[in-house]
């Protein structure tokens, strides 16, 4: 059997609990926001509807048809290959991943864009989807100096 004992005064054992305390709700504070930083379903957006995929993207200021131009079910890779990687790379950008989602059935609506600023026409607006929850989106210009970018509104 082993036994320790310590002789603190009571100025030094308050002090002791005190600091103790303040560490421990430090690391209770950290370990709370590494798990909101780490848990995107926190922030899940369910739009299992045109009419609320659209209403999602107007939120986002853009102005888009009301129904899809395209509609594609698909499975993603699992694991993720180099194209898909470096799309996923532009969804982190805008707070998705698609990484969880690999080797899962997901959909992707595309939509017309009528005000994107400069092109009137070319513009597309695309949402993935698993199950009703948006997983990840984008924005594709197929005119000439075609480009891909995040579904954050320009301006």
């Known amino acids: 059997m082993f036994i320790v004992s310590a002789k603190l005064n009571p100025k030094k054992a308050i002090t002791c609990v005190i600091l103790f305390g303040l560490a421990l709700i430090a690391l209770i504070l950290i370990v709370a926001q590494a798990k909101r930083q780490d848990s995107p379903a926190d922030s899940a957006i369910t ?29 993603l890779p699992n694991p993720l290959n180099a194209s898909y990687e ?12 698609l990484a969880p989602y690999a080797g899962m059935q997901v959909k992707r609506y595309s939509y017309n864009v009528t005000n994107y600023p400069g092109r009137p ?18 924005i594709l210009y197929w005119g000439e100096g075609a480009f891909v970018d995040t579904l954050v509104y320009p301006g």
Not at 53 to 75: I, N
């Open 86 to 97: 470096e799309y996923n790379q532009l969804q982190q950008e805008q707070g998705f991943d």
């Open 121 to 138: 026409q070319q513009v597309q607006a695309d949402l993935y989807l698993c199950g009703d929850t948006i997983i990840g989106g984008s």
């Open 47 to 75: 739009a299992p509807t045109d009419s609320e995929r659209t209403a999602y993207l107007a939120s986002l200021g853009w102005t888009v048809d009301p129904s899809p131009t395209e509609t594609l079910a698909f499975t």
